[in-house]
């Protein structure tokens, strides 16, 4: 299994459980103080520090200053792709500023673009880009399954074992037809050609 690098942004908080098989942990500015909230010591706190102004300890910082073009969660992605990683988690992402949360899911096609698979995942919701091919994603239990494109269009979609099944079809990113599909296997086969997918997997 490929390494995975874990990043704690500054969204709304949600316990992080999933973090003992991390191989490197980069908090994002308050994500810092959700990090220690939940017991987790980062080897990189980064940002520009507008929304935590305590001490840092015990790892190496970055600070950057506040006029830039990258939200600090994009520069911890930009860092964990830099050092190699092509599984990167973020964590404490959802909820909080609007913009900000937008700005997470754009992040999904841009580590896609650099053949990286991003995940978001809090108490309610899993999430996950993924590029053409054939994958298997299995069952979670009262949860629904959509799937939406990410690039202007996915072509040569098809979706097994769920109840809206779909062979040899396209989505665009102007509807979401893919929203909100139901488990009928242990199972969901999904496989395509092109663009850019996002999976999610959210509690109903």
Not at 35 to 52: E, M, N, T, W
Not at 61 to 73: A, F, G, I, N, Q
Request: contains cysteine; proline residues 2%; charged residues 25%.
């Amino acid at each position: 299994m490929e390494k995975r690098c874990l990043i704690i942004t500054g969204g709304e908080f949600s316990p992080i459980e999933d973090y003992t098989d991390s191989d490197y942990i980069i908090a994002c500015d308050k994500g810092y103080e959700y990090a220690k909230r939940c017991g987790i010591q980062p080897d990189l706190a980064l940002g520009d520090f507008d929304s935590y102004s305590g001490k840092v300890e015990n790892c190496d910082v970055h600070r950057c200053k506040p006029e830039k073009d990258d939200t600090d969660t994009m520069l911890a992605i930009k860092e964990a792709l830099k050092m190699g990683y092509k599984r990167i988690s973020l964590r404490c992402a959802l909820g909080g500023r609007m913009d900000h949360l937008i700005a997470n899911i754009q992040t999904f096609a841009y580590a896609a673009k650099a053949g990286a698979v991003l995940d978001i995942t809090d108490s309610n919701n899993i999430m996950f880009n993924l590029n053409p091919g054939t994958h298997r994603i299995n069952r979670r239990e009262g949860c629904s399954l959509s799937v939406f494109a990410l690039s202007d269009k996915c072509c040569g979609l098809s979706l097994k074992g769920v109840k809206y099944t779909l062979s040899n079809g396209e989505i665009n990113s102007f509807f979401p037809i893919g929203v909100s599909n139901e488990w009928v296997e242990e199972q969901a086969e999904i496989s395509f050609e092109s663009g850019i997918l996002l999976v999610v997997m959210s509690k109903i």
